[in-house]
T-cell receptor
Framework: NAGVTQTPKFQVLKTGQSMTLQCAQD?????MYWYRQDPGMGLRLIYY???????DKGEVPNGYNVSRLNKREFSLRLESAAPSQTSVYFC???????????FGPGTRLTVL | QKEVEQNSGPLSVPEGAIASLNCTYS??????FFWYRQYSGKSPELIMS????GDKEDGRFTAQLNKASQYVSLLIRDSQPSDSATYLC?????????????FGRGTQLTVWP
C-alpha cells in the first residue's frame, strides 16, 4: 500500500495563477483532509470530506476550493494564488478500526 | 473552540535521558488522543494513540492520559539523537464521526549525543 500520496512535491506560482493539488489514498478510508502548515502556526485545517460527495470548511478555507472526486481522491484548488498561500500543504485520511489519521508527504508551495 | 496546548519548548535532553512532552486540551468530552512525530521537512507520522486513562507503552514510548485533568503526555525513554523531531499532540472529540483532529503547535525535541 502506498498510503496517502500527493502531487506535486514542490510548486512555484506567480500571484494570480491557479493550480490544483492532488491527493489520493489506497486505504479505503472514508474521510479526507487538507491542512496547511506554517512556521509557528501549527497545522490548520482548510477543508475536509467525511465521505465521497461531501465537503466542509475547516479553519482557513478562504481562497481554496476542494473536490472529492471519488473515495480515493481529494483535490485542493487555488483559483488565484496569493503570497499568503505560501505554505506546506498536507493531505490526510482517516479510517480503520481506531479511526486513526495518516498524512501524505506534503506539497511545498511558494507564491511569488 | 477546541484548544490543544503543548509545552512550548524547545526541549533539549542528553542521549539516554527521558524526554517528557506534555499536552493539555480544553474539550472535556474528548475521547481519543494521538502523538505524531514530525522530522524537519517531512510529514507528521503517527507514533502513539491512547483512549483510556492510564499508561500505554510501546517500546521506548509511553503515553499517559488523565481525562480528569485534561492532560496527556508522551515519555521517551533512553532518548536517541534519532528522536530529535517536533512532536505534535492531537485530540479528537466524542461525537465527531469525521475523524477531525485538533492539533497543538508542537514541541521541538533535540537529543544531543
Amino acid at each position: 500500500n502506498a498510503g496517502v500520496t500527493q502531487t506535486p512535491k514542490f510548486q512555484v506560482l506567480k500571484t494570480g495563477q491557479s493550480m490544483t493539488l492532488q491527493c489520493a489514498q489506497d486505504m479505503n478510508h472514508n474521510s479526507m483532509y487538507w491542512y496547511r502548515q506554517d512556521p509557528g502556526m501549527g497545522l490548520r485545517l482548510i477543508y475536509y470530506s467525511a465521505s465521497e460527495g461531501t465537503t466542509d470548511k475547516g479553519e482557513v478555507p478562504n481562497g481554496y476550493n476542494v473536490s472529492r472526486l471519488n473515495k480515493r481522491e481529494f483535490s485542493l484548488r487555488l483559483e488565484s494564488a496569493a503570497p499568503s498561500q505560501t505554505s506546506v500543504y498536507f493531505c490526510a485520511s482517516t479510517g480503520g478500526r481506531f479511526n486513526e489519521q495518516f498524512f501524505g508527504p506534503g506539497t511545498r508551495l511558494t507564491v511569488l | 473552540q477546541k484548544e490543544v496546548e503543548q509545552n512550548s519548548g524547545p526541549l533539549s535532553v542528553p542521549e539516554g535521558a527521558i524526554a517528557s512532552l506534555n499536552c493539555t486540551y480544553s474539550d472535556r468530552v474528548s475521547q481519543s488522543f494521538f502523538w505524531y512525530r514530525q522530522y524537519s521537512g517531512k510529514s507528521p507520522e503517527l507514533i502513539m494513540s491512547i483512549y483510556s486513562n492510564g499508561d500505554k507503552e510501546d517500546g521506548r514510548f509511553t503515553a499517559q492520559l488523565n481525562k480528569a485533568s485534561q492532560y496527556v503526555s508522551l515519555l521517551i525513554r533512553d532518548s536517541q539523537p534519532s528522536d530529535s523531531a517536533t512532536y505534535l499532540c492531537a485530540v479528537k472529540g466524542r461525537g465527531s464521526t469525521l475523524g477531525r483532529l485538533y492539533f497543538g503547535r508542537g514541541t521541538q525535541l533535540t537529543v544531543w549525543p
